[in-house]
């Protein structure tokens, strides 16, 4: 029953009430990207596979530049990486924006997180299971090591909530989202500051 309905009805509850509630933040944080990311944008927005699959645009705030070489290749993400960005991804709150996608719809407050779309042949059978729920802005493995983990333990991290969902599980991904985010840990990966691509199971 919590799995089918009153997931989704807290999903939308919560939502709304966090969005009330960080509004004014939200706004200091588009003035600050505005002139950050030299005005080119204050959101990022990317094709993502939901649940079964399903494509949706993800919207989060934009932490870097579309600064390019002379060869018109953009710059790496560390180089495009502002300073307010790097606050902001740090301490998750560039991940504000999908409140909005949860109350569409297309995400939980918990669950898998939405990878890129060219990652979707990439995975073997069991790996692809993420995709039986909606994808979250804090999950399992986010709590478990985040962008510090390898692929392969992520995904089994991910494949362990979608038989495990419950909303005591829930409700502690919360508060250790919560304790994460303070102590700001596994942000980064151990030789990038983003996670790598992932390259397949080979």
């Given at each position: 029953?919590?799995?089918r309905?009153?997931k989704r009805?807290l999903d939308?509850?919560?939502?709304l009430?966090?969005?009330?509630i ?7 944080l588009?003035?600050?990207l ?6 080119v ?20 705030f934009?932490?870097?530049?579309d600064?390019?070489d002379?060869?018109g290749v953009?710059?790496?993400d ?19 924006p ?9 995400m939980s407050l ?6 890129l779309v060219?990652y979707l042949?990439l995975?073997?059978?069991r790996q692809?299971r993420r ?8 999950g ?7 962008n510090?983990?390898?692929?392969q333990q992520k995904f089994?991290?991910d494949v362990?909530?979608?038989d ?7 409700v502690?991904?919360?508060f250790?989202?919560?304790k ?5 840990e596994?942000i980064?990966?151990?030789?990038s500051?983003?996670?790598?691509l ?5």
């Open positions: 029953m919590y799995r309905f009153f009805l939308f509850l919560f939502a009430l966090v969005l009330l960080v509004c004014p933040l939200m706004l200091v588009c003035v600050g505005f002139f950050a990311n030299k005005k944008g204050i959101f990022f927005f990317q094709e993502r596979p939901g649940r079964n699959g399903k494509n949706f645009r993800v919207i989060k934009k932490t870097m530049t600064e390019r002379h060869n953009l710059l790496s560390e180089k495009r990486l502002t300073r307010i960005g790097r606050v902001v991804r740090s301490t998750s709150l560039d991940e504000l999908q409140l909005i996608n949860v109350l569409k719809g297309d918990i669950g898998p997180r939405p990878l060219q042949p995975y073997n059978k692809a995709h039986e729920v909606r994808p979250g802005i804090t399992w493995a986010q709590v478990n090591g985040r510090a983990i390898s692929w089994e991290y362990w909530y979608v495990h969902i419950s909303l005591g599980l829930d502690r991904i919360l250790l989202t919560i994460k985010v303070l102590v700001r596994g980064t990966s151990s030789t500051s983003t996670m790598e992932f390259t397949g199971n080979n």
